[in-house]
């Protein structure tokens, strides 16, 4: 993965340079640029640049365009796709706090849930969630356009990382213990 890197003298623009053995300080002239850039990325702008005023907090960029969203059936669910993981992460999330509920509140397993009656609403949820999550895909709107400070796509995604484990080894707990976790 390629990295970017700018350094600059923001000190006033002066930088200390050695002149006639004792140190002086002497104007900047040109930001210094350093950049690291691998075989996908290519440097565009070798030419020196002015270093930005005391002012500024750092050079400014050109926001990048945002691509276009596909709304294609197979681009939304493909393997590296934004549906898939993001459905079965908010269904993990939502079936991890249902399955700790009722194990806590009423002391059966996942296992006791599942053959009790917990199918009928297991397929209920999943078909409203999945449906609730693909529809504003199919509209074109970005993962991230809705992203927030503190709930992000990249937290979301996470959180329902760890209620997949959390599910899981929440199944195998009882499996090997032979009963409910509580």
Same mark, same amino acid.
């Given at each position: 993965? &390629?990295? *970017?890197?700018?350094?600059?003298?923001?000190?006033? +623009?002066?930088?200390?340079? %050695? $002149?006639?053995?004792?140190?002086?300080?002497?104007?900047?002239?040109?930001?210094?640029?350093?950049?690291?850039?691998?075989?996908?990325?290519?440097?565009?702008?070798?030419?020196?640049?002015?270093?930005?005023?005391?002012?500024?907090?750092?050079?400014?960029?050109?926001?990048?365009?945002?691509?276009?969203?596909?709304?294609?059936?197979?681009?939304?669910? &493909?393997? *590296?796709?934004?549906?898939?993981?993001?459905?079965? +992460?908010?269904?993990?999330? %939502? $079936?991890?706090?249902?399955?700790v509920a009722v194990e806590v509140a009423k002391g059966d397993g996942i296992f006791a849930q599942l053959s009790n009656g917990g199918v009928p609403w297991f397929l209920f949820t999943a078909a409203l969630l999945s449906v609730a999550s693909l529809v504003p895909l199919f509209r074109g709107e970005s993962v991230q356009s809705r992203s927030g400070a503190v709930m992000s796509a990249d937290a979301e995604l996470w959180n329902g990382r760890f209620a997949m484990l959390g599910l899981v080894a929440l199944a195998f707990t009882e499996y090997v213990k032979g009963g409910p976790l509580v």
């Open positions: 993965m &390629a990295c *970017s890197a700018i350094l600059s003298s923001y000190v006033a +623009g002066i930088a200390p340079r %050695v $002149g006639l053995g004792r140190p002086a300080l002497v104007p900047r002239k040109h930001a210094l640029r350093v950049r690291c850039a691998g075989d996908q990325q290519k440097i565009q702008d070798s030419a020196p640049t002015t270093p930005p005023s005391p002012t500024s907090t750092g050079p400014t960029t050109a926001p990048k365009p945002q691509p276009k969203v596909s709304t294609k059936f197979s681009d939304v669910l &493909a393997f *590296s796709g934004p549906a898939p993981e993001r459905i079965n +992460g908010r269904l993990a999330m %939502v $079936g991890f706090v249902s399955a």
